[in-house]
């Protein structure tokens, strides 16, 4: 999947999100918003002038979100993105009412309308994680100006072949027909299993 892919889920299969921002004091706070449009780079969601969420976003310009879809954990997708905001005010509101027209039962009239306020998430990193699938699917992608970050357990050349790490993968997703073994990024769990039984600490953690 691309960029735009994981996305475009997020609005069409999930839409309801919940979004942590930071307060005054320093304490995470956590809402439920709907992300209601989006394009190849970015999301869009809306939210009033009036509320302390507007408040912490345009102070920090920065939020983190966790979308999830799915009937029990293991039917489970969840994508999170971490990023940065901006606010780009009204002119995209009547656009985000049309796309979303439940929005009309809650603001019924142009005038409540006007207490609204349009933000876009333009650049940041995403995780996506299936639990459905076997092994697990996982997979990183960035929008926006965000540099790609490596991030997981890797086998280093220190590996001597003993095969420790992957008896106890519990997804058996590192592969030992060469050394140093291979652990497959896209169905690792990032238990740390493999680091601990390693006994020349040939795993390593970025």
């Known amino acids: 999947m691309k960029t735009a892919d994981y996305l475009a889920f997020i609005v069409q299969k999930i839409h309801t999100t919940v979004v942590a921002t930071v307060d005054d004091d320093g304490f995470p706070v956590t809402a439920a918003i709907d992300m209601m449009d989006c394009d190849e780079n970015s999301l869009y969601f809306l939210t009033a002038k009036g509320k ?20 029990d954990t293991m039917s489970r997708v969840a994508v999170s993105i971490r990023g940065k905001v901006r606010e780009l005010g009204y002119d995209r509101i009547p656009l985000l ?14 005038v409540s309308m006007k207490a609204l ?11 996506w994680f299936d639990l459905s699938k076997k092994p697990i699917e996982r997979a ?22 003993c ?7 519990p997804q ?3 592969k030992t027909n060469g050394i140093p073994h291979v652990i497959e990024q896209e169905h690792c769990l990032h238990c740390g299993n493999c680091m601990d039984a390693c006994p020349v600490g040939a795993v390593e953690r970025r």
């Open 52 to 71: 302390g969420f507007y408040d912490r976003l345009v102070k920090s310009g920065l939020l983190a979100l966790t979308a999830v879809k799915g009937k």
């Open 97 to 110: 009412f049309e796309k979303n027209p439940y929005m009309h039962e809650i603001y019924p009239t142009e």
């Open 117 to 127: 306020t349009v933000f876009q998430i333009y650049e940041g990193s995403g995780e």
């Open 140 to 161: 990183t992608f960035t929008f926006g100006d965000a540099v790609q970050k490596t991030k997981g357990y890797f086998i280093t050349d220190a590996c001597i072949g």
């Open 163 to 169: 095969g420790n790490c992957a008896a106890v993968c």
């Open 172 to 174: 058996n997703c590192i």
